[in-house]
Each structure stands twice: as C-alpha cells, then as structure tokens.
C-alpha cells in the first residue's frame, strides 16, 4: 500500500489506475480511525479494483481552532489498520497541500446543512462541502463510502453529488456501535469512564422511539418530548432532538412514512451525535375524515392512504 502526500502524486496514480480501467472506491476521514471506518473500507474492498482513504483532519469544518488542534492524529496507526483493511492508498494531505492560498473559493452547502447540526455549527458544512468536492476532483472516484452516524453530512455530500454532476456513487454504510449500543466514534476516546455509561443512554433513548414508532406512535412533537425526558441528567446536556426527512433534513410533516429521528448530547465536554431511521406500521394510515380531522385509520384502507414497509428499521 501506498502513501502520498501531494495533490500531483495522487492524480498520476488515478490516471494509471483510471488507464487500466479500474474502478476506484474512496473513503473520506479525518484519521484516527476506528472500527466504523475500517467497515467502510472493507466494504470498498469488496466492491471496487482500488480502494484510496484520504486522511486530512480539514480546519474548514471546524467551529473552534482548539478543537482542530486538538482533534488525534496518528497517520502510522493509519496507515497500518487501513492497508489491513485492503486500502490501495492512503492519501494524507497538509493543509497547505489542500489550501495553499488559504480558503479563497467555497462551496456553499445545500439546504440539507440548515438544520440539525448546521444550526449550531455555523459554516460547518460549508467545510465540509468544499473539501469533498476538492477531494472528489483529486480521487475521481467511482464510489465514495459514508457511515450514517453522520446522516446529515451524507444527505449534504448526495445533494452535492447531484448540484454538481459529480460522477460518483455515494453509498452510506450502516452504523458500526459497541456491544452496549453506542455508535463508534472519534470522541469517545474522549469520555471519561462515567461519562461512557453515560452516553450508552443516547442510543437506548433512539431505541426505545423506534418501538414507540413500531407500536404506532408518530407525532413529531411526542416523539421529541419523549427524547428530552430520555436525555436528561448529570452531566448530559441535549442540543437538539429531531424528526426529520431522511433525504432533505427538514422537519416531517403528519403524513410521513419513514424518517430520521436525530440528536446531539454534550456528555460532560464531549459532543456526540447519534440518529435511528424509523418506518411507521403499515396499518397506521393518515387520513381526513368529513369534517377534515386528522385520524388514525387501521381498518379501512385505499391504495393511496397506505404506505408499505419492507425490511427492518
């Protein structure tokens, strides 16, 4: 496996691979991978000829420069874990390498990025949207791999793929957790030991709306209030509780089939973000009745009221 660190090396290694017709599958990180990033890595093993994984911890995306100075970097235990994994090569990039005139152009994100996290990050997702689009120009890549945990940055780099007309398949990856539920992440290292019992709280509250939703329970509102009186406690501050489009990031209406029930929880200085896609019974149907109330409907059924859900949630 191989390591570059210009702009230069990694497109003279694209245009040979691109010659011989090879697919390409890249994985975007920041480094300090974990076991979520190694499944998306297997997973571009399994479906493409190369495989690259860029690591570049991006200050673009960062509200607060402590934050980036302190974010982990350890590109030799990269290294290593990825080539396990089956990378081809790794592409770790300075931040002189990627900007260096500074930030002149940007890439404004859609309107996926104004909710949820955009609305307490402000130009987060503009970062983020301008170094995808930057390394999707580099790698050319045939397909990109995401893990939903990060559900709204993925729905922003779909709306991009497509503002864009770039000519590459986003796949998102499920979620990789803990025995005990909560979802891996770079933050976690973070977490002192009674902050970790903690946090496993995030996801059992996500599972728990999802029942709910399974028993038939789908107002917005009860959904939210169900989550705040989950997430309270010592320690656990909650900054938003969501039920939105999975798509658009946008608030759901009544009618809504299947949607993403995100949140974000400081626990003690560590903020983590978690989310669950939940899918309503399809014997629960939103109907008008004659005097234009909204109601339940379990029996009677017509082909436009009733919404069919397959798989699991």
């Not at 983020?128 to 689009?133: C, E, G, I, N, S």
């Not at 780099?157 to 025995?179: A, M, S």
Request: charged letters at 30%.
């Amino acid at each position: 496996m191989r390591v570059v660190r210009t702009i230069s090396a990694l497109r003279r290694w694209v245009r040979s691979e691109k010659r011989k017709r090879h697919s390409i599958g890249f994985v975007p990180t920041m480094g300090d991978l974990h076991a979520g990033h190694l499944a998306l890595i297997r997973r571009a093993r399994r479906e493409n000829a190369r495989v690259v994984v860029s690591i570049f911890v991006n200050p673009t995306q960062f509200n607060e420069v402590r934050d980036y100075r302190r974010y982990h970097r350890n590109l030799e235990a990269d290294r290593r874990q990825a080539s396990a994994c089956g990378a081809d090569l790794v592409f770790a990039p300075s931040a002189r390498e990627m900007y260096p005139f500074g930030v002149g152009s940007r890439v404004r994100a859609p309107r996926q990025a104004e909710g949820l996290c955009g609305a307490f990050r402000p130009g987060h997702f503009d970062g983020v949207a301008t170094v995808v689009a930057k390394l999707f120009n580099c790698v050319e890549p045939d397909r990109a791999y995401f893990g939903r945990k990060d559900a709204q940055q993925a729905a922003v780099v779909r709306q991009l793929v497509k503002d864009l007309n770039f000519p590459v398949e986003v796949q998102v990856c499920p979620t990789v957790r803990d025995r005990d539920g909560l979802a891996l992440s770079s933050r976690n290292r973070r977490l002192r030991p009674r902050e970790r019992e903690q946090a496993v709280r995030i996801w059992r509250a996500l599972a728990a709306v999802r029942d709910e939703v399974r028993g038939g329970k789908g107002d917005r509102a009860s959904l939210r209030a169900f989550l705040r009186s989950r997430l309270k406690g010592p320690g656990m501050r909650l900054e938003y509780a969501e039920v939105v489009d999975p798509a658009t990031c946008v608030p759901v209406n009544r009618h809504w089939s299947r949607a993403l029930v995100a949140v974000c929880v400081w626990v003690g200085d560590t903020r983590l973000i978690d989310n669950v896609i939940v899918r309503r019974p399809s014997s629960v149907v939103l109907r008008k009745d004659r005097d234009g109330r909204r109601t339940q409907d379990a029996g009677r059924r017509t082909r436009k009221e009733v919404v069919i859900c397959y798989g699991r949630c």
